[in-house]
């Protein structure tokens, strides 16, 4: 690379000049000791100058990439996949996600309070664990029923022998109420008729009934009842009857089911219901040797209860 360089001035000849070791005047078109120094210094920096100039176009050059020897046919689906899992990262100073970016400022950001002259929000009430609800009680509230049985009787009269035992039917009408979980109040009326052999056995009485419940969430009672009842035996043949009265009394053990109350009535206490009773109802003599009976049943109540 060429640079311009300046031409240093031409020299004129002078004749006043005097050589600085002589002290004599130059002669015209001779050059003295400083002319001939300053052409060696500008002599000097040309040449260095020219010197200089191949280093910078050299180094002005694009530097020369070696050449990278091409890779064995097996190591380039490992390179592919190197180059794939470097283009997946992300690089370490790359920057977040303008929607992670701006979680991070929300998440920094104060939380407004109210405003002056806003009614502070109320705090929410706190949420108390409620009890699991109990399930209502079945044997509850006023309750009608019926109870149809089988009764064997055994009656003892003044004039006719009566040696066996009476079969027949018999049956009842109840109404009352659960006063409490564990004790029913009501009323029992009902009668029965019974025969053996020739002779025929027609009873009946009213009672005043109460039902004990041991556990009042199971539906198991013990039920006592008294009250006033009479009855009488006929024999074919004997226009006369022998008859027998007075106090009664009854007693009897029964479970109830209420197989409608999980889909109908499952939140309120009573229900549809029935079971068996076992019971025994008795009319006790007045005196020894007097008329008397006593009747053991087996039955199936059948009642609604009508909840408290």
């Known amino acids: 690379?060429?640079?311009?360089?300046?031409?240093p001035a031409p020299l004129r000849?002078?004749?006043?000049?005097?050589?600085?070791?002589?002290?004599?005047?130059?002669r015209a078109g001779q050059r003295g000791p400083s002319s001939a120094r300053r052409v060696d210094a500008l002599g000097l920096a040309l040449g260095l100058l020219v010197a200089a100039a191949p280093d910078r176009a050299a180094a002005e050059e694009p530097p020369i990439e070696p050449a990278v020897p091409a890779a064995p046919a097996d190591a380039a689906p490992a390179a592919d996949a190197a180059d794939e899992v470097a283009d997946a990262a992300p690089p370490a100073d790359a920057e977040p996600?303008?929607?992670?970016?701006?979680?991070?400022?929300?998440?920094?950001?104060?939380?407004?309070g109210p405003e002056e002259g806003d009614a502070p929000t109320p705090?929410?009430?706190a949420t108390e664990k409620k009890a699991p609800a109990r399930t209502p009680p079945r044997v509850d509230g006023i309750y009608l029923g019926a109870i149809p049985y089988v009764p064997i009787t055994f009656a003892r009269v003044r004039v006719l022998?009566?040696?066996g035992a009476f079969v027949g039917a018999g049956g009842a009408a109840r109404i009352g109420e659960a006063v409490y979980p564990w004790l029913t109040l009501g009323l029992d009326v009902g009668g029965s008729v019974a025969y053996h052999?020739?002779?025929?056995?027609a009873q009946g009485a009213l009672f005043v009934d109460a039902?004990?419940?041991?556990?009042?969430?199971?539906?198991?009672?013990?039920?006592?009842?008294?009250?006033?009842?009479?009855?009488?035996?006929?024999?074919?043949?004997i226009a006369d009857r022998q008859g027998f009265g007075g106090a009664a009394f009854r007693g009897g053990l029964r479970y109830d089911v209420f197989p409608l109350v999980v889909k109908r009535q499952r939140k309120r206490g009573g229900g549809f219901a029935f079971g068996p009773e076992l019971g025994w109802i008795g009319f006790t003599p007045a005196a020894k040797g007097r008329p008397m009976s006593n009747t053991?049943?087996?039955?199936?109540?059948?009642?609604?209860?009508?909840g408290s």
């Not at 690379?1 to 031409?7: C, E, I, K, Q, W």
């Not at 070791?21 to 130059?26: D, L, N, T, W």
């Not at 996600?97 to 407004?112: F, L, R």
């Open 1 to 7: 690379m060429l640079l311009a360089v300046p031409r």
């Open 13 to 26: 000849p002078s004749t006043s000049r005097r050589d600085p070791v002589g002290g004599e005047p130059s």
């Open 97 to 112: 996600d303008d929607a992670d970016a701006t979680a991070d400022e929300g998440s920094k950001a104060p939380a407004e």
């Open 123 to 125: 705090a929410p009430p």
């Open 161 to 163: 022998d009566t040696p």
């Open 197 to 201: 052999g020739n002779q025929r056995v």
């Open 211 to 237: 039902g004990f419940l041991p556990v009042p969430r199971i539906p198991f009672s013990i039920h006592v009842g008294f009250g006033v009842g009479g009855g009488a035996v006929r024999q074919q043949g």
């Open 296 to 306: 053991a049943y087996l039955g199936l109540f059948v009642g609604y209860y009508f």
